[in-house]
């Protein structure tokens, strides 16, 4: 297999990976644990039983070349997890953490007015998603339309006891963000 054709096939193993171990465990039979670990002995059954068969060596080069580090091994690499953005019930078992002064989240503008009346809700994911950096965010929203960038008052949330926690890779999660949080685009989306 030439490399492009293997980079390839990483990311699309990768896609399907997402698919089972943040949403739909299901449909390759899977079952995740109530922190959403899967034993990566039954993964690589349930992935050859549907036509999905990969070795353990492929699943380690996505695991350790995904771009942002999506899924993660437990100590000994006997389990595997995606970091977050899951839609399955799980608990990731996080600490809260103390966030920075603000953060930021990416999103459409043909959500602003939506998000004006009710702030962000993490919808069909259990948190809302968001960044520390701009560009990230940037990237995030031009996934739905037009993108725009949204300040959130992250230090005023965790003031008024409102959590956030850390994942593995990096995002910063929280339960919901009310709309007075929230800094929008002076500008008028056309
Ligand atoms: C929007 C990527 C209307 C919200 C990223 C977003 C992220 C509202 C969309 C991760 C709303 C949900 C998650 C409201 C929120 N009214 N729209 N009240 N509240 N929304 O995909 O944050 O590449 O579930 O702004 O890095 O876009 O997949 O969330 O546009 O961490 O690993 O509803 O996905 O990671 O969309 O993305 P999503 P997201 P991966």
Same mark, same amino acid.
């Given at each position: 297999m030439n490399k492009n054709h293997a980079g390839k096939s990483i990311a699309k193993t990768s896609k399907f990976l997402s698919l089972v171990l943040r949403h739909r465990p299901e449909i390759i039979g899977l079952e995740?644990? @109530?922190q959403g670990w899967a034993e990566v002995d039954d993964l690589l059954t349930q992935l050859g039983l549907h036509g999905? /068969?990969? !070795?353990?060596?492929q699943l380690v080069r996505v695991v350790e070349e995904n771009d942002k580090q999506r899924f993660r091994?437990?100590?000994? @690499?006997t389990r595997i997890r995606a970091s977050q953005g899951h839609s399955v019930a799980i608990d990731l078992a996080l600490p809260p953490k103390k966030p920075p002064t603000q953060l930021f989240h990416g999103t459409? !503008?043909?959500?602003?007015?939506?998000?004006?009346?009710q702030g962000l809700l993490s919808r069909s994911r259990q948190?809302?998603?968001l960044s520390q950096d701009k560009s990230t965010a940037e990237k995030v929203g031009? @996934?739905?339309? /037009?993108?725009v960038i949204l300040v959130v008052d992250s230090e005023g949330m965790s003031r008024d006891s409102l959590e956030?926690?850390? /994942?593995?890779?990096?995002?910063w999660l929280t339960e919901k963000v009310p709309e007075d949080y929230i800094e929008f685009p002076k500008w008028k989306p056309i």
């Open positions: 995740l644990d @109530r999905r /068969s990969i !070795t353990q060596e091994f437990n100590g000994d @690499r459409a !503008t043909r959500f602003l007015d939506s998000i004006r009346q948190h809302v998603h031009k @996934r739905h339309g /037009s993108p956030f926690f850390l /994942s593995d890779n990096g995002v």
